[in-house]
Every structure is written in structure tokens, then in C-alpha cells.
């Protein structure tokens, strides 16, 4: 498996895995163009994917600290850093049939080492509790997540955009769980 920065030549696969996964919808160029550009700080970039013979199989966006904006979704009190010291896990995906294996995790370490370096001390994340076997909250805790909030709806108005996010569990109007959870880094 290798593991690197997600680079343009990456765009179409990454488009199809994360709508694959997530819901039709989920991503599009433009957003993807936004997402990755908030990863970008100090001449590295946060946002990482994952081949496996050539496929791609896995990918993680992340944000850099002060580059991406609080919401109501957001328990700042809670948090153990400052809001400019405060990466976001934005989204991760890993194809159904290499799910297991690691991937997310050596995506999410790769992440954790740029932010690192970028001086994030912590990254925050909402995780999807409805994915399969709440397996989002369960690899997020084992890499050392910490509980912070759980949010419904987190993902209703997104749905309900114009754009036309269909989550896979609700369809056309998501009223799926988020956990916020936070990761301090060591």
C-alpha cells in the first residue's frame, strides 16, 4: 500500500470513492478544490490517499488550524486548545472492500504528523455514527479520540441544499448523528 499528499491526478478517483461511500452528492470538484485548499499551510498539505495496486482505496481531507470556521456544531468550551490551534478532520473514506486493514489509520497518522508540523495541537472531528457498525466513532477513539458531543441532524442541511447530498442510510433529508471528538496530539 502506499500512502502519500493527494495530488490533482487523484481528483476523479477520490470524487467516485468518497460519493461511493458517503452518498451521491457528498463531494463535488468545487468543494473538493475548497477542502483541499484549507489542508495547505506552510508549504505542506494535510490531505492524504491511499493506492493499493494502483487503485485508489482510500483518502482523508483535512484542515489546517485557522483554516477552516467554527459552527453551531462546534463545543469550543470543550475543546483542549485554542480555536487557532485546532486542526479539522473533514473527511475520510476507505473502499468497502479494504475496510480493516488499517488504511484509515495510516491515513489519519499521516494527517496527525503535517498538522503536526504545520502547529496544529489538536484536530476535531464529526464522525458519522450511522456508518456501518459505528465504525467511524470506533477508529476514531482507538487513535486516541475523546467524546466531546453528539449532534443530530448534523448533516440535514446539507442534504437539503440544492446541491443534493443523498445520504446512504436516509436518503434525501439526513438526520444522521455526528460525534464531535477531539484528538490531541502527543
Request: glycine fraction near 10%; aromatic fraction near 10%.
Given at each position: ?54 487503485q485508489l482505496v ?82 476514531f477513539t482507538k ?44
Open positions: 500500500m502506499q500512502i502519500r499528499p493527494y495530488r490533482a491526478v487523484d481528483e476523479k478517483s477520490l470524487l467516485i470513492l468518497a460519493n461511493k461511500v458517503h452518498g451521491a452528492g457528498y463531494l463535488n470538484k468545487a468543494t473538493l478544490q475548497d477542502y483541499l485548499q484549507r489542508g495547505l499551510s506552510a508549504g505542506l498539505n494535510a490531505s492524504f490517499v491511499a493506492y493499493l495496486d494502483g482510500g483518502y482523508r481531507l483535512s484542515f489546517s488550524a485557522g483554516k477552516w470556521q467554527t459552527d453551531e456544531w462546534c463545543s469550543q468550551s470543550l475543546w483542549p486548545v485554542a480555536a487557532n490551534e485546532m486542526a479539522y478532520f473533514k473527511s475520510v473514506a476507505v473502499d468497502p472492500s479494504v475496510q480493516g486493514k488499517g488504511i484509515g489509520s495510516s491515513l489519519l497518522q499521516a494527517s496527525i504528523q503535517v498538522l503536526q508540523q504545520q502547529g496544529a495541537k489538536a484536530g476535531l472531528a464529526h464522525l458519522w455514527m450511522q456508518s456501518p457498525g459505528n465504525s467511524a466513532v470506533r477508529y487513535a486516541g479520540g475523546r467524546l466531546l458531543a453528539v449532534h443530530q441532524d448534523r448533516w440535514l442541511e446539507l442534504s437539503l441544499q440544492s446541491s443534493g447530498y443523498d445520504c446512504p442510510v436516509c436518503g434525501h433529508q439526513c438526520h444522521c448523528t455526528a460525534a464531535e471528538m477531539v484528538l490531541e496530539f502527543k
